[in-house]
């Protein structure tokens, strides 16, 4: 057990600025330390650190002992003192992750960080700040489901992320413009822990593309590097925007993802289970969450515009179905949703709230009037 003077003198350190969140994914109170590099961490990301012990030896404040000369250290440094060293030249477009985020992104942070010290030696950026990557990655088949090794290559010269079907092709397999590109990480939907959903939009359609490579930095890598790839094309579209309203920009994670069941327009054809995604404004719905494009998608503009969202679904409706109703009131039709939980359909509720609560931007009144065009 802590002596109670160290013990006294750590609790005093934690109440410093900067020592109350997690050095590394910021979570509230950590009560873990690494004695070598200094840092106050939660106890997640004191796992992490257990698995780079040349780097970084951990302890816990409250439950192990601690001699002077470590007290000292953790005096000394601290997490605002470890930022500047290890974070002192982080590019602006690089996904700093946080506690919600998959366990390879929190890893790969803290190898990037205190292993390889990335943010040091800005060298060590290369392979995410070039503008131009290519090598193999698994994707998983259109229809097979079978994950082959893959040739990509992201240019930002070309605007694009290509990939190829041989690796002897001349002509890339599809060409995904940086402009529509999304990638988000999704480890337990992939069912590998590097996992990475990349979307992009193909005559306003929305197509998936499911990809991880054996190594967790080259995939981190990828994902940074199409980052960067938006971050530049998003500097030179929108001339004059900062930093701090282009990052939120470069990827998107979904505000929400499951089963729903659904009814055509007619509604009279009965309710069918479908996989949605919500992705900012656009509700897709796909037979099998590992589709390569929807079967479908809803727009879902802002109140302003006559969007609404309401609990249970209108005494008419017909048929066998989930208990927990939504009905979603557009301009030209309802939609009508049924969920299996009511916690679920409370989730999917707030999660429409939130875009029809905010006010519609210009370019996304263009995106409206294509799906009021659809049948
Ligand atoms: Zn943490």
Known sequence: MAKEKPRKALQELLQRPGNQLCADCSAPDPDWASHTLGVFICLNCSGIHRNIPHVSKVKSVRLDSWDDAQVEFMATNGNNVAKARYESKIPPFYYKPTFPDCQLLREQWIRAKYERKEFIYTEKQEPYSAGY????????????????????????????????????????????????????????????????????????????????????????????????????????????????????????????????????????????????????????????????????????GSKENSYKVLEGLPPSTQGNHWQYGITIVTPDRKFLFACETESDQQEWITAFQKVISRPMLPQEYAVEAHFKHKP
Request: glycine fraction near 8%.
């Open 133 to 300: 990557r290519e090598g193999l990655l698994w994707k998983r088949g259109r229809d097979n489901g079978q994950f082959l090794n893959r040739k990509f290559v992201l240019s930002e010269r070309e605007g694009a992320l290509k990939y190829f079907n041989k690796n002897d092709a001349k002509e890339p397999k599809a060409i995904m413009k940086i402009e529509h590109l999304n990638a988000t990480f999704q480890p337990s939907k992939i069912g590998n822990p590097h996992g990475l959903q990349i979307t992009y939009l193909k005559d306003n359609s929305t197509r998936n593309i499911f990809v991880y490579h054996d190594d967790g930095k080259e995939t981190v890598d990828w994902f940074n590097a199409i980052r960067a790839a938006r971050f530049h094309y998003l500097q030179v579209a929108f001339p004059g925007a900062s930093d701090v309203d282009l990052v939120p920009k470069l990827s998107r994670n979904y505000l929400k993802e499951g089963y729903m069941e659904k009814t055509g327009p007619k509604q009279t054809e009965g309710f069918k289970k479908r996989w949605f995604t919500m992705d900012d404004r656009r509700l897709m719905y796909f037979k099998d969450p590992l589709d390569a494009f929807a079967r479908g998608e809803v727009f879902i």
